[in-house]
């Protein structure tokens, strides 16, 4: 089981990056995908998920208007457009996939890409 982000980079407030989870071995399409993000000494704080069956989506409030997270079953690949990015935003991002109704902390974790927003 793999699932590889990527993407993150320095960038300044206001510009946009697109984070890509590429996973393998599992069957993507029933699992729930979730980007997380972590400032070394916080909380993990979860940032986005996609649904298994509909293609339902969830934000958390930081997202909400900003990111936009789709999924691409043909190339097993989530993906998170961030747009007017904060440099309240710096942190590491780790995607993350789960069966619905998993607990998170049991699922199959990425290693994370760093995302910097300077001022």
């Known amino acids: 089981v793999q699932l590889q982000a990527s993407g993150g980079g320095l960038v300044q407030a206001g510009g946009s990056l697109r984070l890509s989870c590429a996973a393998s071995?599992?069957?993507?399409?029933?699992?729930?995908i979730a980007w997380f993000r972590q400032v070394p000494g916080r909380e993990r704080e979860g940032v986005s998920c996609?649904?298994?069956?509909?293609?339902?989506?969830y934000y958390g409030d930081s997202a909400k208007g900003r990111f936009t997270i789709s999924r691409d079953s043909a190339s097993k690949t989530v993906y998170l457009q961030m747009n007017n990015l904060k440099p309240e935003d710096t942190a590491i991002y780790y995607c993350?996939?789960?069966?619905?109704?998993?607990?998170?902390?049991?699922?199959?974790w990425g290693q994370g890409t760093l995302v910097t927003v300077s001022s």
């Open positions: 071995g599992f069957t993507f399409d029933t699992y729930v």
């Open positions: 996609i649904s298994s069956t509909d293609g339902s989506t």
């Open positions: 993350a996939a789960v069966n619905p109704g998993g607990d998170w902390d049991g699922g199959y």
